[in-house]
């Protein structure tokens, strides 16, 4: 049995995994928001549970809260980056302050997570890391412009991460779920809606969610499973993938940018230095 520390495990894809990691018998050290999101899983699964109220968003409350967690249970196998959330808007709608939280949160959170953990996990000689990205790390869609800033920037750390740590023993797997029957939507922040983009593709795809004509068939149940068996994967998945528009989506998007690429070969080689 192994012991994760997994963020942001009030709900969605982290409450799951987390049920699902006691089921089995693993040890689970979860944050949350809100200091009694887990007291039913407390309850019932007591010292094999480790609970800590964190906001990602305080650097010095998340190396507080990781250094404590090694301190208390010793070795920790797999850091799960999890915490995170949506800003649902057109890029000029959205407010000053929304931005900087959905940064601070999803990117600044994550590199803080991973950042405090690492001395702990080279001290003690390997681990794994799993950063939970989206499809939408890969690909993109009209009104979710600073979700997918986020989510490609901590793919690209993440990537980097990987080559400088895997000495160290140390797995790094972006997790890329595609849409999920999870409490995502509902937690999406939006932001006023300007008129002006009554006709775009940006409130096409705000029409599109609200009406309920966007496909969730994303099954939680079974990424979640995947995501645990992953990290008995050798070698180590540098990404996962979950779901049909997840392999879908993020494939079309790939071989557009390779195609476009490719187009700009003779290009690309004629700004080179002459002999």
């Not at 305080?58 to 070795?75: C, I, M, P, Y």
């Not at 196998?77 to 999803?106: K, M, P, S, W």
């Not at 969610?209 to 068939?217: E, L, R, S």
Request: with cysteine; proline share 3%; hydrophobic share 40%.
């Amino acid at each position: 049995m192994k012991t994760w520390f997994i963020t942001g495990t009030s709900s969605g894809i982290g409450r799951v995994l987390t049920e699902k990691l006691l089921e089995q018998g693993h040890r689970v050290a979860a944050t949350v928001r809100k200091a009694d999101a887990l007291n039913d899983l407390k309850t019932q699964y007591a010292d094999q549970l480790w609970i800590a109220t964190l906001d990602v968003t305080d650097t010095a409350a998340v190396k507080s809260v990781v250094n404590k967690a090694f301190a208390e249970l010793g070795h920790i196998d797999i850091i799960v980056n999890n915490a995170g959330y949506a800003l649902f808007c057109a890029a000029e709608e959205a407010g000053d302050e929304q931005i900087r939280h959905q940064i601070d949160t999803n990117i600044i959170g994550s590199i803080q997570v991973i950042r405090a953990a690492l001395p702990h996990l080279r001290k003690q000689g390997g681990g794994r890391i799993l950063q939970i990205s989206s499809a939408g790390g890969q690909t993109t869609y009209p009104n979710f412009s600073y979700y997918h800033t986020t989510k490609w920037a901590v793919e690209g750390f993440c990537d980097t991460l990987a080559q400088e740590v895997a000495p160290f023993n140390i797995g790094v797997t972006i997790v890329e779920p595609g849409a999920h029957k999870t409490s995502f939507a509902t937690a999406m922040v939006e932001a006023p809606f300007i008129e002006a983009y009554e006709n775009t593709p940006a409130h096409d795809v705000r029409r599109a969610i609200a009406n309920g004509d966007f496909p969730i068939n994303g099954d939680v149940n079974k990424s979640v499973e995947a995501i645990i068996n992953s990290v008995e994967v050798s070698p180590v998945p540098r990404r996962l993938a979950l779901g049909r528009d997840a392999y879908t989506d993020m494939r079309a998007s790939l071989v557009a940018r390779l195609e476009a690429l490719d187009a700009q070969k003779e290009l690309a080689l004629s700004c080179e230095i002459s002999d």
